[in-house]
């Protein structure tokens, strides 16, 4: 640590007065030293700041649900994403902080029922029979679950994809269903009016092609990330970014300097 020389004592001691013996105030050591107590350091020990913490506690959320059919269900290979409010609290329109998930598998086929582990999708076959294009809401105020039922075109029937909120919408992109491999494209969820509405996106030329099992963000509130997955033939580490803010929309894919992560997948 470099000090500052400009840096003095707070005691000032005029160097032309004699100073008393009685005036020399003795050591902490010497003064032991004195009385024969062996002297003890000076330096403090202090307990570090920080550390680990404690994992916060789980508890168990009494959900409210209408009609059976408003819940999820058991599945999985779904996508939960959390949306904003939309509007002022307490003004007509307003629509609290929600949770939206979408898809899933209720069900596997192309594998043995007595296997323990499943063989991987896009290598033995694999269709997830019971895949779904289902749409649920949580209210996280009033811990009510309803299935919502938007406008437009959904996408067709996937788990393992992706999905990432960009303001009040959520971005759907990849997966794997009855068919196998869905497509490439984009969907958006917007949820900016009380009942929702599907639009697909229209995304200027190569992207990063059909895939399942990725991860998908947004990045200073503007770019989307995706990273890794598999495109049914082998893991995957390329990266991909798409400008929400420029149009036409287009995929790009990036050469990031250093030692990028091994090719993966299911990496949340």
């Known amino acids: 640590m470099d000090v500052d020389s400009s840096m003095t004592s707070s005691l000032e001691v005029d160097s032309n007065e004699p100073v008393s013996e009685e005036q020399v105030e003795k050591s902490p050591a010497a003064a032991a030293e004195e009385e024969g107590v062996e002297p003890r350091s000076q330096v403090q ?5 920080g550390g680990p ?3 916060p506690s789980y508890s168990v959320v009494n959900a409210i649900l209408e009609k059976k059919e408003d819940g ?6 779904h996508t939960l994403t959390a949306v904003a409010a939309v509007g002022e609290e307490g003004t007509a329109g307003y629509m ?21 582990t ?30 919502i039922t938007p406008f437009g075109e959904p996408p067709t029937p996937r788990a393992a994809h992706v999905a990432t909120a960009v303001g009040t919408m959520v971005v759907i992109q990849g997966g794997i269903g009855p068919a196998g491999l869905s497509a490439e494209d984009l ?13 697909r996106v229209v995304v200027q030329g190569p992207g990063p092609g059909p895939r399942y099992g990725h991860v998908m963000a947004l990045v200073g509130q503007r770019y989307l ?40 997948m299911y990496v949340y």
Not at 45 to 49: I, K, L, Y
Not at 118 to 129: C, N, W
Not at 228 to 255: I, Q, S
Request: aromatic share 6%; with cysteine; net charge positive.
């Open 45 to 49: 020990q202090t307990s570090p700041v």
């Open 53 to 55: 913490r404690h994992a």
């Open 72 to 77: 999820p269900g058991p599945r999985c290979g």
């Open 96 to 116: 609290g902080p929600r949770l939206i998930l979408f898809g899933g598998a209720t069900a596997l086929e192309g594998n043995s029922a007595n296997a323990g």
């Open 118 to 147: 499943p063989t991987s999708p896009g290598g033995a076959g694999i269709r997830l029979s019971g895949a779904t294009a289902d749409v649920h809401c949580y209210d996280v105020v009033t811990n009510k679950w309803s299935r």
């Open 187 to 199: 969907h958006v969820l917007d949820l900016t009016q009380q009942r929702p509405r599907w639009h």
């Open 225 to 264: 990330m995706a990273i890794g997955g598999n495109d049914g033939k082998r893991p995957l580490a390329d990266v991909w970014a798409l400008d929400t803010a420029a149009k036409p929309y287009e995929w790009r894919k990036l050469e990031p300097e250093g030692e990028g992560p091994p090719p993966c």
